[in-house]
């Protein structure tokens, strides 16, 4: 482990750095302790750059060591300085010190030399946010990276910030680091990890759709001592047993919260108190979906209007976005991502704290009740929940020290970064991936408009290959005729039907390429309704079914029906069937008890049927999902 | 008869709603106005008949209950006759040994007609045979010296056949119109208290059967698939609301989505093959398949004028029908992205709007006929108690005829 780590000890950080690309880089660090650094940092950048492109960048980065990143590297300036670690007790404060206190003296050493030469070592840091935006998408090597790269980490076993320290440390002392640093620092890691949860908890109480890292009340239970940090040797053994168990009750945590039960009446009460929107309840709801949130449609766009000057809490662009949710306007799982993370940029830029509180606080609060008025505006995708999860965490990573503006600016790279990364880079490699499927000749039959396969299609069109496209839609949103459109206006040979004649058209179909809401740790597809349709009849056919699924969609929940957790969309919608007049079979339907309109959203598709997955970490088959989910996922989400 | 014929061409004109009851009457008027010579009335009317079904299946081949109702009226026509030579046999031998004594020279004559009534009654009596197939001399040229002889019974008979002729044809009518009813009451054996069902766009049979069970007090819920693009669903759905059944609609596309919570799938059937697939409205091979994942089963109703005696060969494509793309896109929406005067001159937009579905017998789990519940594979042999295997193929042999 030592002989290896050594022996790249230039490469190494740098490798690591990038392969952080998925989760958050270090941003805090660099923006906590050079904060006039954006002009200073460049040239550094630019130093390490080169080393910095020619890396793989599907290096996973390890999923302990990325959660516990987010308080480690701004813990040693803000808390190790000996003197005053209580000067600055903020919570958030105090809670990183706590980290620190559990780590043992080595790391505490080099991180005190790691300070002295921390321009450099932070150069380094900062660099690498930037890296990952340069580098090109097809840099990104399929799986066989990400192979070696597990095992790297495996071995190395160390948060990528604290291998930065140490090997810079290493560099200046070329004092060969022991094994016990790393493993003092997991154990620091596990107590940081469980003090989070805890707080995810805590606050997962009060916005169960998100598990916020907010990390506020847990702080006051851990509150430490200074003189923890003198006796870090006795606690950090003392804390061994501890964090032997903590490490099962993190498992345990890993468990995804319940979602929102709307049949639960007295939480269905309290979040009628807090929402804004005020949705009248549909009156004949479907028996078997009580448990989802069944509204009258069309009601709450005039009565959100009507509210929008009283709406002062709300920032306006988020007030925007969920009113395009609502209309729907913006739909598809990416597209609102986007918008929504857009929208909480300006929110965060026009953002100030009030006085006597704390940024990272507030703003996690103020980001709460954008995210319940957007909830109440559509329910979220696991896309944007998985965003939400991002941005609160990078929230609650802001160190303390940092000025209002710096921390500001820090969120707004950190979302950017989200959305280039996360979205538009991985749909360009998800691109590369599946054009690579497509043969001369092939009949590619696609459901609904995923932007995924749209960008697929055209790009395939664009090298020339030769193949045919069969749109397959569905009632009541009509997709695809959107995409018909697109597609044909490229100049690209469509043919177009309905679901139900899906059993006629795939015997001339070679390939089956859709698109996902989100991919579930057991191999499911959660996905526009009708789209376990199309691959059961594709499965039927022995025709390959290839879903196209950016990895931050991926979740850790498990489903195994498409009842238990759905959208339900405007009844009226069914009843009614736009430009067939004749089709009126149900007017007044509404005044009948027997009569139930059923909207699905989104249905699951199993894992037997689906071929293939494609996602920015390359073609995986469904059962490797959870892997993905482990090994990646949690560095995005927990960070 | 010119006015049959014209009969024939109104009905031509209105084939696009007909309905195996009309084929019926309207070959009952057939039968009725067809002049029966005296010699080989049997003989007469089926060529009537197939020349007149002939024209219908050309008409719209893909409505298949039309070819089973001529099929049925022809075997309708050959038992009638083979009930009434096997009576003639029996005056036939009494006579002709009477006659045989006293009138020589009638003695040829008798003797002949008597062999061509033996002739007659062994093609008319013969089970479906191989030699009966290859022979492929049509009947009405077997038949002719049938009945040269007596007159006066002559007479008689010809009225007969003609008369019981129009008396089957007319239980054949009545079967059909019944035929609902019988299915019916089936109903409450094969549904139970809270029973959740799933159907897709709509038939008569399937609302009648449903009713049934509701008559009966069996309370239970429906899921209607609107069956697009002929949204039959939604015409369904409210029957059922108005007769106060828990009817809940849902697009085609979430039947993958709920078959998971049905416990029995019922549909009717445009039409049921030799070999137990069933051509159904479009969307059905779907729910076929989400039903057989979740072992559901998939219960097909179908009245016996929709069991068809053929056997399929690629019905997707040979038994469809494709409609217009009106009902899938409009016209107008896509003129503007077209450009009609590039290219190789294949447009780049195709639209599929097929109206059926083949849904194969594995996976139908029950047929329910008014003649009972029938597994798939025993669908053939329900099927040739029905027809006469000389008229399976009604087109050859009229053109042979003609």
């Known amino acids: 482990m030592d002989s290896r780590r050594s022996s790249r000890a230039v490469i190494d950080p740098k490798v690591r750095q990038v392969g952080f690309f998925t989760s958050a880089p270090l941003p805090p660090d660099r923006t906590q302790s050079d904060p006039p650094d954006p002009i200073r940092s460049p040239p550094l950048a630019d130093a ?3 080393g910095n492109s020619l890396s793989p960048v599907m290096i996973p980065p390890p999923r302990h060591p990325s959660d516990s990143l987010l308080r480690l590297p701004h813990s040693p300036s803000d808390a190790f300085p000996p003197p005053s670690p209580t000067t600055t007790t903020t919570s958030l404060g105090d809670f990183s010190d706590d980290v620190t206190a559990a780590s043992s003296p080595p790391p505490a050493a080099a991180r005190v030399r ?57 560099a200046l002392n070329s004092k060969p680091l022991k094994e016990k640093t790393s493993k003092a620092e997991r154990r620091a890691i596990q107590e940081a990890q469980r003090a989070a949860k805890a707080a995810a908890k805590a606050e997962g109480i009060k916005t169960p759709a998100v598990t916020a890292l907010a990390n506020a009340k847990s702080a006051k239970s851990t509150k430490p001592s200074p003189q923890r940090n003198d006796s870090a040797v006795v606690v950090a053994a003392s804390e061994k047993k501890g964090g032997d168990r903590s490490v099962e009750k993190d498992r345990k945590k890993d468990v995804p919260h319940p979602r929102m039960q709307y049949d639960d009446k007295s ?53 925007k976005v969920g009113l395009q949710y609502l209309s729907g306007d913006i739909c598809g799982g990416n597209a609102r991502c986007i918008a929504m993370l857009q929208a909480f940029q300006e929110a965060i830029r026009d953002y100030s704290t009030p006085p006597a509180k704390t940024l990272s606080r507030d703003l996690t609060a103020k980001i709460s009740s954008y995210v319940s008025f957007l909830i109440d505006c559509r329910p979220l995708s696991v896309s944007m929940g998985n965003a939400i999860r991002f941005l609160k965490s990078q929230i609650a990573k802001i160190p303390i020290s940092l000025s209002e503006s710096e921390a500001k600016a820090t969120l707004h790279s950190d979302i950017e970064r989200f959305i280039n990364e996360k979205i538009i880079l991985a749909d360009r490699v998800i691109v590369k991936h599946a054009v690579t499927k497509i043969r001369d000749g092939d009949v590619l039959l696609t459901y609904g408009s995923s932007s995924a396969v749209e960008m697929i299609l055209q790009h395939a069109h664009e090298l020339g290959k030769q193949f045919r496209v069969v749109i397959v839609d569905s009632r009541p949103k009509h997709e695809g005729k959107l995409l018909l459109r697109r597609l044909v206006r490229k100049g690209l040979s469509c043919t177009y039907t309905h679901i139900n004649a899906i059993s006629y058209i795939m015997h001339e179909v070679t390939r089956v390429f859709l698109g996902a809401s989100s991919v579930l740790s057991n191999g499911t597809v959660y996905s526009r309704v009708g789209t376990a349709c199309v691959a059961m009849v594709a499965y039927g056919f022995h025709i390959p079914v290839l879903v196209c699924c950016e990895a931050y969609k991926f979740h850790e929940r498990v489903q195994l029906d498409s009842i238990c957790s759905n959208e339900l969309g405007d009844p009226d919608s069914i009843s009614k069937v736009p430009g067939r007049e004749d089709i009126n079979h149900l007017d007044g339907w509404d005044k009948s008890e027997n009569l139930q309109l059923l909207n699905l959203i989104y249905d699951a598709t199993p894992s037997d049927y689906v071929s293939l997955i494609i996602t920015d970490y390359g073609m995986i088959p469904p059962t490797s999902v959870p892997v993905i989910v482990r090994e990646y996922g949690r560095g995005q989400l927990w960070i | 008869m010119p006015d049959t014929q014209a009969l024939v061409m109104t009905f031509l004109t209105s084939l696009k709603n007909a309905t195996a009851r009309q084929t019926a009457e309207l070959l009952r008027s057939v039968i009725s106005q067809q002049r029966v010579p005296y010699t080989n009335q049997a003989g007469a009317l089926i060529d009537a008949v197939k020349a007149v079904g002939e024209q219908l299946i050309a008409a719209n081949p893909v409505e298949l209950a039309v070819g089973n109702i001529v099929r049925r009226v022809l075997h309708i026509i050959r038992e009638e006759d083979l009930s009434l030579t096997t009576a003639a046999i029996g005056e036939l031998n009494l006579s002709a040994v009477s006659d045989d004594e006293n009138d020589d020279d009638r003695d040829g004559n008798t003797t002949l007609s008597a062999a061509a009534v033996a002739a007659a009654a062994r093609s008319t009596l013969r089970p479906p045979s191989l030699q009966t197939l290859l022979e492929d001399t049509p009947v009405s040229a077997a038949v002719p010296q049938t009945s040269s002889s007596g007159a006066a019974d002559k007479s008689s008979r010809s009225r007969k056949l003609k008369h019981d002729v129009i008396e089957a044809v007319n239980e054949l009518i009545q079967d059909i119109v ?19 069902i799933l159907t897709l766009g709509s038939s008569r049979t399937v609302s009648e059967f449903l009713f049934a069970a509701k008559e009966k007090k069996r309370s239970f819920r429906v899921f209607v698939a609107e069956g697009a693009p002929r949204y039959q669903g939604h015409l369904l759905a409210k029957e059922l609301v108005a007769r106060g059944l828990q009817t809940t609609l849902i697009t085609d596309s979430a039947v993958f989505a709920m078959i998971s919570r049905v416990n029995m799938v019922i549909v009717g059937a445009h039409a049921v093959m030799a070999n137990g697939g069933v051509i159904a409205p479009v969307g059905m091979n779907l729910v076929a398949l989400a039903a057989q994942k979740h072992a559901v089963p998939f219960v097909v109703l179908a009245g016996s004028h929709k069991l068809c005696p053929l056997y399929p060969h690629n019905p997707e494509v040979l038994l469809n029908e494709l409609r217009s793309p009106s009902e899938l896109l409009d016209f107008g929406e896509f003129s503007d992205c077209m450009d009609f005067g590039s290219g190789s001159g294949s ?49 050859r042999r009229a053109i042979a005829g003609n």
């Open chain 1, 48 to 50: 390490s750059s080169p």
């Open chain 1, 114 to 170: 790691g300070r002295g030469s921390s321009v450099k070592q932070q150069g380094a840091a900062s660099s690498f946010p930037g890296g990952g935006f340069e580098v090109p998408p097809s840099v990104k090597a399929p799986s066989s990276v990400p192979a070696s790269g597990l095992t790297t980490v495996s071995v190395v076993k160390l948060p990528p910030g604290i291998s930065v320290e140490v090997q810079s440390d290493r």
């Open chain 1, 267 to 319: 939480r269905v009460q309290k979040l009628k108190k807090r929402s804004v929107v005020k949705p009248t309840e549909a009156r004949n709801r479907v028996e078997l979906f009580r448990h989802l949130p069944q509204y009258e449609h069309g009601t709450q766009l005039p009565v959100l209007q009507s509210k929008f000057f009283q709406l002062d809490t709300l920032h306006p662009a988020v007030y």
């Open chain 2, 178 to 196: 019944t035929c609902h009813e019988q299915i019916a009451e089936q109903a409450v054996e094969h549904i139970h208290q809270n029973e959740v």
């Open chain 2, 347 to 395: 447009p780049l937009l195709h639209v599929v709007n097929p109206a059926f579905d083949y849904v194969p017998p594995k996976l139908v789990s029950l047929f329910i006929t008014d003649a009972g519940g029938h597994n798939p594979s025993y669908m053939y042999r329900l099927i040739a108690d029905y027809y006469s295997a000389d008229d399976l193929v009604v087109q």
